[in-house]
């Protein structure tokens, strides 16, 4: 049987601002419901902060799926935030039979946009799995293809 960790009083937890509809229908949801961690003691940090290392993982996606993902990033001007990007390896990743693999695809939607990056990162649905901390300080070597919790 699987055991599942608790979260505990003093632990941190990584947000994003939704950006679905729904904060249209019910624009005060998210910020409730930051209140509410707050109000039981958990730290939060927001994410998408000027000179963030992006991480993204995914699993179970197709090549379409992830590249209006990527997207999006773009289009919301994330990568022009950010000073890195660390890309999870993608468990079972369809590739439509085009045969880009999710790293290919993200540098074809960077465009001109340079960005350090490091793909195929075993901390996602894969094995080895690494585990990265929510709010952690790491340094991100591209060239050397290392990740460094500080």
Do not use: W
């Not at 019910?26 to 707050?38: A, I, N, S, T, W």
């Not at 958990?42 to 995914?58: A, P, R, S, T």
């Amino acid at each position: 049987m699987h055991e599942f960790m608790k979260l505990n009083k003093g632990d941190t937890i990584g947000i994003f601002s939704p950006s679905t509809p729904i904060t249209s229908i019910c624009p005060k949801r998210f910020q409730r419901g930051k209140q509410y961690l707050e109000s039981k003691g958990f730290k939060i940090i927001e994410g998408n902060k000027e000179g963030d290392i992006l991480f993204i993982e995914d699993s179970l996606k197709d090549a379409a799926t992830i590249e209006r993902s990527f997207s999006l990033l773009k289009l919301n001007g994330v990568f022009e935030k950010i000073s890195g990007i660390i890309l999870g390896k993608h468990e079972l990743f369809d590739d439509l039979k085009i045969g880009r693999k999710p790293y290919e695809i993200l540098l074809e939607v960077l465009g001109e946009t340079k960005i350090p990056f490091i793909a195929d990162f075993d901390c996602c649905h894969t094995h080895p799995m690494m585990t990265l901390p929510i709010g952690a300080t790491i340094e991100l070597d591209a060239t050397n293809q290392k990740v460094t919790i500080l």
